[in-house]
């Protein structure tokens, strides 16, 4: 069965400092793995993928395939990054599109 | 907003009553996704349609539960005999068939059962 946990259901720190989100997965195969973010009162929407290499918003991650984990990084937080953040997973290959299975979430707080 | 539209966005209803929830995909977008989201869980997956058919299903999806997209565009979630575990959030969402796991959200529709 495929899992996906994140510890920590809240994290706090302050402004500038350095973030990471933690995200461990278990799935026999080869997954795709993502982060979805969703700020106050908005839609739930992706923030990055692992296979497109790519940092965005100044976050990145990096599959482990050793560890089975996806961690989430930014090395300086700004307050405009509070928001509740969903690592999730889904098999690869056409029907496994868009079946995703979700964390429980983290929700990052950024203080001045 | 071009994104993906659901309707309604609340809904109280009273024990073993029927509710019927609607999405309205992007337009160009063939597949559509139904999750539901529990207070302080993450999204689950309940089923998806490429197009007018209904592909996969999942275990959470018991009988009570029905879901048509009957001309491949917009969809239904309908909810008989509801009950108060039933309470949660509905989530839509799309995406082309093809591009890769790119999923977009719409705003969900909150279901209160009392």
């Known amino acids: 069965a495929q899992r996906v946990t994140q510890p920590e259901k809240l994290l706090s720190v302050f402004k500038g400092a350095p973030v990471e989100l933690k995200c461990n997965y278990s799935?026999?195969?080869?997954?795709?793995l993502f982060w979805y973010v969703q700020y106050s009162r908005q839609r739930l929407q992706l923030l990055l993928r692992?296979?497109s290499r790519e940092s965005i918003k100044g976050f990145t991650a990096d599959l482990n395939k050793g560890e089975t984990s996806f961690h989430l990084k930014k090395p300086f937080a700004q307050e405009e990054d509070s928001a509740m953040y969903y690592c999730?997973?889904?098999?690869?290959?056409?029907?496994?599109?868009?079946?995703?299975?979700f964390g429980q979430g983290t929700i990052l707080t950024v203080h001045p | 907003d071009t994104g993906v539209s659901q309707d309604p966005r609340h809904k109280i209803t009273k024990r073993g009553q029927n509710v019927t929830f609607r999405c309205d995909p992007i337009?160009?977008?063939?597949?559509l996704y139904w999750y539901r989201q529990t207070l302080g869980q993450g999204p689950e997956f309940l089923t998806y349609?490429?197009?007018?058919?209904?592909?996969?299903k999942s275990r959470l999806l018991s009988d009570r539960f029905s879901a048509e997209r009957p001309k491949g565009s917009f969809s239904t979630l309908e909810i008989q005999r509801t009950e108060q575990g039933d309470s949660a959030m509905y989530l839509c969402?799309?995406?082309?068939?093809?591009?890769?796991?790119?999923?977009?959200f719409g705003e969900g529709s909150w279901l209160t059962v009392v």
């Open positions: 969402a799309s995406s082309l068939a093809w591009g890769g796991n790119t999923i977009y």
């Open positions: 799935y026999s195969g080869s997954p795709e």
């Open positions: 692992h296979i």
């Open positions: 999730a997973l889904s098999g690869a290959g056409g029907t496994s599109y868009g079946k995703l299975t």
């Open positions: 337009s160009e977008h063939n597949r």
């Open positions: 349609f490429q197009n007018e058919a209904q592909l996969e």
